[in-house]
Structure formats: C-alpha cells, structure tokens
C-alpha cells in the first residue's frame, strides 16, 4: 500500500532478494562498438533488441572481478542517482551490462574540459552523495577503487559511481600482492598511507575517504598527482604525510574554494580517524554547491523535469580550454613534420627565432585537430607574430576540427590587439562552428564586454542563433554578464526571443539563475514577464522553485500573474512550497494566490511541503487557509504524506493544526496504518495523542496492528496495544495480527500479544 502513491522520496531504493537478470549475446544487436579498453577489461557500447535500449556492456578479463561483481549484483540491486545501474550480467562473456553513459569518465573529462568553478563544486558533491549511500548500506559497501576512470557521466554532465565492490579485501591477502594489484590498476595515488604499514588492518570507510580526497584535488586542479613519480615515490611521500600541493588550484578560484580545499585535507589527513565520514561531507559540499548557484541544485525533483540546455560552460567553449585548441599537447605535430623549428618556438615564446624561420609553406601546414599555424601564432599572444603569418598568406577564418577559427581562439584567450588585427584582417565575425557558435556567442557567454562591443561595431549579428536556438543575450543573461546584456540590448529589437529547445527568453534565464539587476533590465527594455516557454512555464515559475526571492518579488511587482500555471497546472507557489521557500510563499499569498490551489494530480501547495518536510511553509499555507486535511491524488493528505515519508516534524505540525488523523485514502490506509507500516514510531505517539483510531480497517481489514506486527516493530506493538488496539480482529484472509506473529515465527511478537 506505501507503494500506492506517485511521489518517492529522494533516497536510496535497494531491493535484496531479488535476482538479477541475465542476458545471453545474441540479445544484443551485433553492431558493438568499444569504448574503452584497459588492463582488467573492456566497454562496449550496445543496443538491447528488446529494450531498444542503449546500453554498455563491460567484459572482465580475470575471473575475480567478475565474481567479485557477481556478488555485488546478487546481494543488492542499486537504484540511485549517483550510482550506475547494473541491469544485469552475461555469462557467456563473463561481462556486466549497465546503463549507457554517454559523456564517458572524468578521467577523459579532465583532460578534454576546463570546468567552471560551479560544475567543479556540483560534481565534487554529487560524488559525496555516491559514496554515502555505498557506505550506508547495511553491511557497508567499500568502494576500494573510486578514481576518476570510475565516476562516469550522464548527458548532461551529473556523476554516476562504477565498479563498486570489484575490488575485495580479505583475511588472506597479501599487503604487497594487494599495493601491487593496486597499480596495476593505476589506483596507487589513491591509496591512503595505512595501507602501506607493515601489518595493515583491513581496509576501513576511511579508505574511501582518502581516495576522495585525491579526487577533489584532480577535479579541483584539473591536473595529475604525483605526475612523473614511480610507485616507490608515491609510497614514500604519502606514509611521510605529503600529499598533492594546493598550490596547483588555478588563480580564477572562488573565496569558497578555501572551504574546499579545506574539507578536502580532511579526508586526506595522515590519521585516518580525523577522516570525516561521508555522511558528513555530503552536507558540507552541498552547501558549498548551493552557494555556487548551481541550476539543478535540488536532486531527485518528482515533477516534470524541464529540458535545459546542456550549459556550454561545461564545456570548453566557455573557459577556452580545450584539447582542440593549439599548444595543450607536446607532440602537437603534423604528419611528416617537426615543430621543433616552428610551433615549439612559439610555445616556448622565442618569436625572434620564429620571426626568422618561418618560411610560406609553414602557414599552410595543419597540425593536431586541425590547428594552423595562425592558430598556434594567435594562442601564443604575441601579435607580432600573428601579423608576421597573416602577411605569409595564412587564411585569416581557417577553421580547425571543432570550427574554432583564430578570432574564437583570441576571444577565448582575451587577446583584444590580436582580435582587432585579425578582424582588419577582414576575419568573419559571424562565421560559426559546430555547435553554430559566432565569435559573439564565445564573448557574451565569458563576459567579455569589451570584445562584445567591438564585435557588434564590425557588424556581429546580435540576434545570431546557435544550433539549440540561444542568441548571445541568453547566455549573458544566463551567466549574470549585465554590461554585455545592456550591449546587446542596443542592438536588438526583440527582447523575448525564444531559443528553441525550451522556448526560454532571456528574461527566463535571468530569473532561473537569479541574476536581478539583468531581470530589471530586460524587464525595463519590455521584455513580458508572463511570456511562457514550451512547457508553460512562466520566469516567475523558475524564480519561485529556485528561491529567488528578491528575483519573485521584482517580478511580480511588474505585473507577473501569480496564478499562471504551466503545462501540469503547477503555479509558482506550488514550486516554491516544494522547495521550501517560504518566503516566497508569503509573497505569493499576500499578491492574490489561493493556498488550495490544484495541480493536475490534485496536489495543493500544502501535500509538497509536507511531502518535503518544510514545516514553516505549512505554517504559512495553514495561516493564509489552506487546507491541512486536503486530498489530492488517490485520497492523500498531507498527513499520509508525511506519515509515508516519516516526517515526524511535519506531522506533529499538522496534528497540532488540527489534520483529521482519521481521514483514509482510497485504499482505507489512514495516516497510522502508514505510520505502522513505515515503522515510524514517533509518528505512531504523535498520531495516537491525536486520536487516531487504532482499530481503524483498511480495505483488507487490516488494521495497524497488523502492519505493525508485519513491520517487526515491538515499539510500535506495544503503543497500541496500550491504547486499546483490538488483538482479536481479523483481516480479510481471516487472520488476526497473532496469527501474523506466529507465521513470522517471531516469539517475541507472540509472547506480547498473548499477554
């Protein structure tokens, strides 16, 4: 019956006995292709013929992984965010076939992206959030093995954990045999320095712990530990206590990368037992996360997950980092050629020896990914030199693999003399790459205000589109650029223009992220405060479920309706009461809305606080009338909500609001029959002082007894029956509640009920 309703809570949902499916080769489609390849196995990616799924399918090469996975799957099937899901395993190929992740591991990640400080912080977290649920399960699960190659990506850049539980410790191992295993897998930087004692104990949480650690640091750095030592080093400078310098963060860091750094020293302090465990690094990352302002900040959202462009400052395109770029590899080379005398000298930045060997046929070589000599020249940022291969004949708008031309490269790089030479030079300022990027689209989205004017006086078009629909005032507005949106705006005549995927204006995205003084602008220049994107949402749904207060109230003072609803009848006071913003929802209710309002399920603004367990919120909507015994779907009220998710807070707020703790779903189930069966047994107590009826049937006539007795819950056991719980009524299969204790074979049960 907990089952019943739609809404889950945002927690770990394991199953234990239950089997783990098996697949056979031939039901997958043959075209397979391999996605990695290492010491202990490979990666393909596949398609179910069934499912018409994708997916991937990774083979072991030694027998004791894949029996070390084996048990994994068999004692648990994992079903969370932040953990790959393992739909089953192959025999016959001695393989593991798991959801498809289509951005590959942050090991190729790192490597390829320079990430902005927020996604830095938001997968840092989304890690925490992995490891905690691992380590609370019941025995806990060590992960042994958590490194960069293991935390893998979805499309839009969220972390999902693998390979937990393939590597195993027990009584018999060998302490050498296992470091050496270790290495093998290219896990010694990750090992913390007990391990390396002469008679270490086996490997404890806080193994984990450490090896996180070393993964912050990589992601925060974006480099490799212990680069260029061999294992011997790395065993001497950790059991000496030197660990990866922090120096190496980059200068552009936020003030919050010192608590950052912070936690981070923690989990690799030399004494393991000052290690803080996950479940508390969670909380502090999170809200280091929030602070960042990350836009899916809240995790495991029930309602309609709105389509958001995947942002382009996870990607190279917005710090100007990329592998495609020149001068990010050594053996940066074109076939047949050294660049010994040419490219090195640039990156070396010996432009006088460049100046005298650069010869004409230099200029039209191609090097890595395409990149010319003009790109190396302008990357280099000498301009000298640029003028020096643009007068050799270099075509000013030659693009490399992913379309960057040189004035892309110069505005990443900020080079405004090169920008301006190349562009006399008579560069194309809205030639596009791949992705349909103009030069103008790379400077509004990093702030450039400077290069967006220049851009717009050689005629950049500031109305261009990419390929997903964004105009360059999106992405000013989105990343809080005011004097490049206060550019823009000159030159355009419509301030709402909708980008494609979504159907978002600018005025949207300012208010998702909470930048105000652009919503003030854009809103000034006339931009419609009630203009919907393609779900119906209005900017004042975005504001409200992000807990931009000052962003909600500016535009709801500027004529935002309260009471628009998108595409499932969800107002804005249904997200902020979600989300917990009470502030918000005063706001809200004080401008016109109604407190009762209904969504397409029947949901009013009460049943999602309380499904959250916000109880100022419900104090607020119970203040401005709404209604504490609502019903929304299938006959729930907020109380069964809260019963169902034990919010023991929440409840003791609704009784003392004055809920109906007898109101029954459509089931029968009132709020203490959930509560018995959830084993809630503060709940229990809060519900009974409440005068709940305890011998209350349900549509099986079970009563809470019954479900308490099923629960195994003596406590709860107890409470009823000294209140007057009935041992004599029956169910519908004719059984009394001893009757289930003594099924159960559980004498205790019996001896309480028998008494």
Not at 206 to 216: C, E, L, R
Not at 288 to 313: A, F, N, T
């Amino acid at each position: 019956m907990a089952e019943s309703t739609s809404w889950k809570s945002d927690r770990l949902d394991y199953i234990t006995q239950e089997r783990i499916p098996y697949f056979k080769k031939e039901e997958f489609e043959v075209d397979w292709e391999k996605v990695f390849e290492g010491n202990f196995g490979r990666v393909y990616k596949v398609k179910l013929k069934l499912w018409r799924e994708k997916c991937a399918i990774k083979t072991f090469l030694t027998s004791t992984d894949y029996r070390n996975m084996l048990q994994v799957s068999k004692i648990r099937k994992i079903k969370f965010k932040y953990l790959m899901t393992i739909y089953g395993l192959c025999k016959d190929l001695s393989a593991v076939v798991m959801e498809y992740m289509s951005k590959g591991s942050m090991d190729n990640l790192l490597t390829t992206h320079a990430l902005m400080w927020p996604k830095k912080f938001q997968i840092i977290h989304e890690v925490t959030m992995g490891m905690n649920i691992l380590h609370s399960m019941k025995p806990p699960l060590l992960h042994l093995n958590l490194k960069l190659s293991n935390i893998l990506l979805d499309d839009h850049l969220h972390v999902k954990i693998s390979d937990f539980g393939i590597i195993k410790w027990d009584d018999s191992s060998d302490r050498m045999a296992f470091i050496e295993h270790l290495a093998e897998r290219g896990n010694i930087s990750y090992v913390p320095p007990e391990t390396f004692s002469q008679n270490p104990e086996p490997p404890t949480l806080k193994y984990d712990v450490y090896s996180f650690a070393i993964v912050m640091w990589e992601i925060l750095t974006q480099k490799r530990p212990y680069c260029g030592m061999n294992m011997t080093e790395i065993l001497i400078r950790v059991t000496s206590g030197k660990r990866p310098s922090v120096e190496n963060v980059p200068d552009d860091k936020p003030p919050e990368y010192k608590e950052m750094i912070s936690i981070m020293q923690r989990c690799w302090h030399q004494d393991l037992s000052e290690r803080p465990a996950f479940s508390e690094t969670v909380w502090m990352t999170e809200a280091l996360s929030d602070v960042l302002k990350l836009p899916d900040k809240i995790p495991g959202r029930e309602m309609k997950q709105r389509s958001r462009k995947i942002e382009k400052s996870l990607s190279a395109l917005q710090s100007g980092k990329n592998s495609l770029l020149p001068f990010q590899d050594s053996k940066d080379t074109p076939d047949g050629h050294s660049d010994k005398d040419i490219v090195s000298c640039l990156k070396r930045k010996d432009f006088e020896t460049f100046k005298n060997i650069l010869k004409k046929e230099h200029v039209s070589m191609l090097f890595k990914n395409d990149n010319s000599l003009l790109h190396h020249a302008v990357t280099s940022g000498n301009t000298e030199s640029v003028r020096l291969v643009l007068n050799h004949g270099a075509s000013v708008n030659c693009q490399n693999a992913n379309g960057y031309t040189p004035l892309v490269v110069a505005l990443l790089n900020k080079f405004h003399k090169i920008c301006c030479l190349l562009v006399e030079c008579d560069a194309d300022v809205n030639l596009a790459e791949q992705d349909l990027w103009t030069p103008l689209h790379f400077a509004s989205q990093s702030g450039d205000d400077r290069a967006v004017r220049f851009l717009l006086d050689a005629k950049a078009k500031a109305d261009v589109k990419d390929k997903d629909g964004w105009t360059p005032l999106h992405l000013a507005a989105q990343n809080g650029h005011e004097n490049v949106v206060r550019h823009l705006l000159s030159r355009l005549n419509d301030v709402d223009e909708q980008e494609e995927l979504s159907g978002r204006t600018p005025l949207h995205t300012a208010c998702e992220y909470g930048h105000l003084r652009i919503a003030k602008i854009l809103l000034a220049k006339g931009a419609d405060p009630n203009r919907t994107d393609n779900a119906q949402t209005t900017s004042l749904h975005l504001a409200a479920e992000q807990g931009h207060f000052r962003v909600a109230r500016l535009l709801v003072t500027s004529a935002a309706d309260v009471k628009c609803k998108d595409e499932h009848s969800y107002r804005a006071l249904h997200y902020a009461a979600l989300q917990g913003f009470t502030g918000i929802c005063r706001l809200l209710l004080n401008h016109g809305e109604d407190a009762d309002v209904r969504t397409l399920q029947n949901w009013t603004p009460m049943h999602l606080a309380a499904l959250r367990g916000h109880s100022e919120t419900l104090l607020v909507l119970e203040e401005n009338g709404g209604s504490v015994d609502a019903q929304g779907e299938r006959g729930w009220t907020p109380l069964h909500l809260a019963c169902h998710h034990r919010h023991d807070d929440i409840v003791s707020v609704l009784i003392n609001a004055g809920a109906n703790p007898n109101v029954a779903e459509d089931g029968g189930w009132t709020p203490l029959h959930l509560a018995c069966h959830n084993s809630g047994f503060a709940n229990v107590l809060l519900l009974i002082a409440g005068h709940a009826n305890v011998n209350v049937q349900n549509n099986t006539k079970n009563t809470p007894l019954h479900l308490a007795v099923q629960s195994n819950s003596i406590p709860i056991v107890k409470a009823l029956l000294m209140n007057d719980a009935d041992k004599g009524i029956v169910n519908c299969k004719g059984y009394t509640a001893l009757d289930l204790a003594r099924q159960a074979n559980n004498e205790e049960m019996i001896q309480l009920m028998k008494h």
